[in-house]
């Protein structure tokens, strides 16, 4: 194989790990951060789906999973300083995300990108995060109405689940490919490293053959 094709094909792992989610993710063919079709109706269906969410301390704490009419609640725990998200942006975001049912973390990313506005997403972030500043931190609890309803997803997170995610909104971007350059210049150093990597492998053709771990 040529240097060239190596190192082409190491820039294309690696961008696609940065934008992916944790392959260590249990729903990671799955990933929470995509909406089902039915989501994808209730976000385009209310009248003002991305007006930003309020930050009430009381609602946050009083949330009730029990209540059927339970709505969206949200808590900045950073007040981010820099440029507000707004429909049409790309974003990125690491979460982690789990059950309130029982605290079980079922997801986390260090670095997911999407358009803000496009239904990408389940009705919950594009609620929650609406509004957050980069380098803002916030915790969303969404009702099932919002996230994966009756439907549930796979076998790890149940129908009708209440979800919690922590949030940091890592960057803002007018289009993917910027949103990609950003993930490559926060995680320069592994990107660095795996090039070399794969430049010592294609220097060297006589190593055995071995699988290269994913580093990402």
């Known amino acids: 194989m040529k240097l060239s094709s190596i190192v082409q094909g190491s820039l ?18 799955r ?29 946050f704490e009083a949330y009730s999973v ?31 995300g789990r059950l309130m049912s029982n605290g079980k973390q079922f997801d986390a990313g260090a670095g997911f990108s999407f ?30 109405g919002l996230a994966y309803g009756e439907r549930g997803a796979s076998d790890v997170i149940p129908p009708n689940s209440h979800l919690e995610f922590d949030c940091e909104l890592k960057g803002i971007a007018s289009n993917p490919i910027e949103a990609t350059l950003q993930q490559l210049n926060w995680q320069k150093e592994r990107v660095i490293t795996f090039a070399l990597l794969l430049i010592l492998l ?4 006589t190593l055995p053959a071995f699988t290269i771990p994913n580093p990402f």
């Open 12 to 29: 294309l792992l690696v961008i696609g790990s940065c934008a992916a989610f944790s392959p260590s993710s249990p729903v990671a063919s």
């Open 31 to 59: 990933s929470v951060a995509r909406t089902v079709s039915n989501n994808v109706a209730a976000l385009r269906s209310g009248s003002n789906p991305l007006e930003v969410v309020d930050d009430e301390s009381n609602a």
């Open 66 to 96: 029990t209540d059927p009419n339970q709505g969206l609640a949200t808590k900045d725990t950073v007040v981010g300083t820099g440029e507000a998200a707004k429909t049409g942006d790309v974003i990125t975001v690491a979460y982690a």
């Open 115 to 144: 358009k803000l506005g496009e239904g990408r997403v389940m009705p919950g972030w594009e609620q929650g995060i609406s509004g957050m500043r980069v380098g803002g931190k916030r915790t969303l609890r969404i009702p099932p």
């Open 202 to 205: 294609a220097a060297s053709p």
